[in-house]
């Protein structure tokens, strides 16, 4: 299990499950509207209690059916005679499934967005290709289907209407004497209006529910000032990513940064894509599947989406699009020997490929071991000094989980969510080993005025000083008794939780407040849920209280 999210998701969907299953497929329950993965974690959670060896080998279930899916995208494309007797179909699927960059998108559990997109629209774009070439209205109506679960995985599958577009044309205008009339084009395209009409009302219901922290609401508000810039940076990213899809080293968890001088590949890259996308020949819509599917990843760098601003995960799906365009272009050059050719060269490079994804899992086989790697990759990466400072605390290495949290928080100033986590989770090593009272001491020190302290920390606060009553005396216990009715108090105007109230009943009898204790157990009494186990407790001691 990954320290990045895969913790979150498994504790979310398994024995601390709330949330329904309709509440999950609706719009606005989470950050993203992705209900076909909620819909798979939520399965895992119901059949297998979201047991971890199960739901890696679900993402690795899911990219062997997507190999597969690529192996037959192939063959239905690879039947010139040039092509047919050749093994480009097997070896390009080859390269696929195992190019090193989609280490992380099957490794991480968290990760399954990214193939299971993919799977839908590879499955998708399948039933496209048999339907224009068998002309049968029934694949389109299934493929625009397939699309819109695959839009409901990841945002990023919207790449694959321009893909559509593109063959359409290639298949419809490409100079043929059979061009069919107007009206069966459009009586085509009507499956693909129809789903692409139910996804922008799905997420416009879900822009509705969450308008303060979705990542439609991030994008709209992505107003650059600095054209240049943005445009710079834009174009640094492509090119980055564009590299990495032909050399994928060095392969990192975190990718903090990437250097501007990926604009002088990124521009002249761009362009050529560009090109080959405006020369509408049958490798043409991979072109553009490539280039639509990195946009997204283009935008999240800007609107500062996601927790890592550059991922490698992102690249699953070109990857895809990117040896089926290989496949096409072998048609294009219609020539055995120049498609032999590439096939020598495939055997060279699957190798390769194959001894680097091995040695890519064996990293992420240990927590210890990718944390490390990602800090030496991006040593300015503050978040994944917490997942390091876990690791330290797991192995009782205290005092350097402590000191990694510290530069943690430091590399991290601007990041205020990352920083609180990483707070927290110092103050928590701190107080490994230390007296209740030492540990009271350092508590006070840090949270200073309880009214404006984080709630974690009073929790925590709260657990250290309800351990010192029973070991306190004379006016201290007075003193804790106060402290306690205090943190209670502020905790309940935050979550209404009547236990507050009910503990601070307990507070006010060991102060000698009996009519503010009284109060307080009755109120407990009345908010407290059926079968809360101090319900009942809370009723009597009122009553015994009105009496005297």
Avoid at 417 to 433: E, F, I
Wanted: glycine share 6%; with cysteine; aromatic share 12%.
């Amino acid at each position: 299990m990954n320290i990045v999210d895969d913790a979150a998701i498994i504790d979310e969907f398994g024995v601390n499950r709330t949330a329904t299953l309709w509440e999950l497929l609706k719009p606005g329950w989470s950050f993203y509207y992705r209900p076909m993965v909620h819909l798979s974690y939520y399965l895992d959670g119901v059949l297998w209690g979201m047991e971890e060896s199960f739901l890696h080998l679900e993402n690795i279930l899911i990219h062997t059916a997507n190999v597969v899916l690529v192996f037959l995208i192939l063959r239905r494309n690879l039947c010139t005679p040039a092509c047919r007797n050749s093994e480009l179909p097997l070896m390009l699927s080859l390269l696929f499934a195992l190019h090193p960059i989609n280490t992380e998108a099957v490794n991480w559990i968290a990760g399954r967005t990214d193939p299971m997109a993919t799977f839908f629209i590879l499955c998708s774009l399948l039933f496209l290709l048999k339907g224009l070439q068998e002309k049968r209205a029934g694949y389109q109506y299934l493929s625009a289907l397939l699309f819109l679960l695959g839009l409901f995985s990841k945002e990023v599958a919207v790449a694959l209407l321009p893909v559509v577009a593109i063959l359409f044309y290639v298949e419809y205008r490409a100079g043929k004497s059979d061009t069919p009339s107007p009206r069966i084009i459009f009586k085509s395209l009507i499956p693909w209006g129809i789903m692409v009409l139910v996804m922008t009302f799905a997420l416009l219901a879900h822009f509705l529910f969450r308008s303060d922290t979705n990542n439609l609401s991030k994008i709209m508000q992505l107003k650059p000032t600095d054209w240049l810039g943005f445009a710079s940076v834009s174009f640094s990213i492509l090119g980055f990513y564009l590299k990495k899809l032909f050399l994928p080293l060095p392969l990192s968890f975190a990718i903090s940064s990437v250097s501007r001088h990926y604009l002088w590949f990124g521009v002249p890259a761009l362009l050529l894509l560009l090109y080959i996308i405006s020369r509408k020949r049958n490798y043409a819509p991979y072109a553009a599947g490539v280039l639509f599917a990195l946009l997204p990843a283009i935008l999240a760098v800007h609107a500062r989406m996601t927790w890592t601003p550059v991922a490698e995960r992102y690249l699953y799906l070109p990857t895809a699009f990117l040896v089926l365009g290989m496949g096409a272009a072998c048609v294009s050059i219609s020539s055995l020997r120049r498609s032999d050719a590439l096939v020598s060269v495939l055997w060279i490079l699957i190798p390769i490929a194959a001894f680097l994804t091995v040695q890519r899992n064996m990293v992420w086989q240990d927590n210890w071991r990718l944390v490390q790697d990602t800090i030496r990759q991006s040593p300015d990466f503050g978040t994944l000094r917490n997942g390091l400072a876990h690791e330290l605390v797991k192995k009782g290495d205290f005092n350097e989980a402590a000191d990694q949290l510290e530069a943690g928080i430091k590399l991290n100033s601007n990041n205020a969510g990352d920083s609180t986590s990483m707070r927290y989770n110092l103050l928590r090593v701190r107080l490994k080993g230390k007296s209740l009272q030492d540990s009271r001491a350092l508590l006070l020190t840090e949270i200073g005025d309880v009214r404006q302290a984080e709630t974690s920390l009073l929790q925590i606060l709260r657990g250290v000083d309800i351990q010192c009553l029973s070991s306190t005396a004379g006016p201290m216990l007075g003193e804790l008794a106060r402290e306690l009715i205090q943190i209670n108090s502020v905790l309940y105007d935050r979550n209404g939780d009547p236990f507050s109230l009910y503990h601070n009943g307990q507070m006010y009898l060991i102060i000698k407040e009996k009519q503010k204790a009284q109060e307080s157990f009755r109120r407990a009494y009345v908010e407290a849920p059926a079968g809360a186990y101090y319900k009942e407790a809370a009723g009597k001691l009122a009553e015994r209280l009105t009496k005297k």
